[in-house]
Nanobody, 126 residues
């Protein structure tokens, strides 16, 4: 299987920026999508952004559109999440994820993915 390691979390003031990184190792030869979800205490894990490995299409949750950008360095099996104009409601643990399966769906659900990182905590102070 694949191991995912997030980095770059931390504390930032509202309006500030932060970049998360996720490096994948192991059996990464059949990646179809990588993405980011986040989970705040007491809440369900929610979709943030996804990157389609083959066509490089990107999709975002409405709550982060225009502020977050997902990108990748495919040679390094790494995906990034650039977070700008951060708000207090962005505070959560951010999880990197990878799908090794081809779906007819849209990779917006946690069930569309196979591997998960340990999470990177992001705290945005007001």
């Amino acid at each position: 299987q694949v191991q995912l390691r997030e980095s770059g979390g931390g504390l930032v003031q509202a309006g500030g920026s932060l970049r998360l990184s996720c490096a994948a190792s192991g059996r990464t030869f059949a990646t179809y999508a990588m993405g980011w979800f986040r989970q705040a205490p007491g809440k369900e894990r929610e979709f943030v952004a996804t990157f389609y490995w083959n066509n490089h299409n990107t999709y975002y949750a409405d709550s982060v559109k225009g502020r977050f950008t997902i990108s990748s360095d495919k040679a390094k099996n790494t995906v990034y999440l650039q977070m700008n104009s951060l708000k207090s409601e962005d505070t959560a643990v951010y999880y990197c994820t990878r799908s090794g399966r081809s779906f007819t769906g849209n990779y917006r659900s946690p069930t569309d993915y196979d591997d998960w990182g340990q999470g990177a905590r992001v705290t945005v102070s007001s």
